[in-house]
Every structure is written in C-alpha cells, then in structure tokens.
C-alpha cells in the first residue's frame, strides 16, 4: 500500500512563494500518475495539477495562469508542487493524491484518484 505524506506549507504573503513536496513510501510510484488538488472551506476538492508518470505531461487548473509548475522525482518517489505569485484565493487545504490503477492517461478528476495524503494548510495573506 501507499503512503503519500505532504509537506511544504505555511503561512505566505501575497506575491510570495511556496514549494510543496509529496513523499511517498510503502511502493514506488514512479508507474503512476499523480495530482495535487486543493479545498478550501465550503468549497469542493479541486485540481490544481496532474503529472503522467513520466512527467512527460502536466495539467494545470484554469486558475494557475502560468503560476505553478508540477513535477516529479521518481528517483526520490516524490513529487513537488512549486507555486509562486500566491494570491489570497489560493488558501485552501492542498492535497497530493496517487492514481494507482494504471489504465492510461492522466486523470483530471478527483474520483479517478486511489490514494490520497493528509493534506498541507497553504495561507496566503494578503
């Protein structure tokens, strides 16, 4: 089984940066897909971006605008999410999460996604 451990977060002022890193043990996930996603409160759980196994493809929510950047080191079994030029409204929980099914492509949905961390508080004051 997979575990998947976030780290990263904090308090941050607008404008500032911030680099989050998923940690996982138990399995390598160097075949798998992988997401960041993000929930603030009163709102749905939802992608901020995905990574083929590979790395080879990335997917970004329409909100990043050019802001973030996903990656991975499956080396390191651990992926990262480098998030620069934060604004207020990217306050949320964020969360890394493991597709571990294996059937293709990068799942954009948060249902598509078997395996998830605890979560890392991201503040952003502005």
């Known amino acids: 089984q997979v575990q998947l451990v976030e780290s990263g977060g904090g308090l941050v002022q607008a404008g500032g940066s911030l680099r989050l890193s998923c940690a996982a043990s138990?399995?390598?996930?160097?075949?798998?897909?992988m997401g960041w996603f993000r929930q603030a409160p009163g709102k749905e759980r939802e992608l901020v971006a995905a990574i083929s196994w590979s790395g080879g493809s990335t997917y970004y929510g329409d909100f990043v605008e050019g802001r973030f950047t996903i990656s991975r080191d499956n080396a390191k079994n651990t992926a990262y999410l480098q998030m620069n030029s934060l604004k207020a409204e990217d306050t949320a929980v964020y969360y890394c999460?493991?597709?571990?099914?294996?059937?293709?492509?990068?799942?954009?949905?948060?249902?598509?996604?078997?395996?998830w961390g605890q979560g890392t508080q991201v503040t952003v004051s502005s």
């Open positions: 138990g399995r390598t996930i160097s075949s798998y897909p």
């Open positions: 999460a493991a597709d571990l099914k294996v059937v293709g492509g990068t799942p954009l949905h948060r249902d598509e996604y078997d395996v």
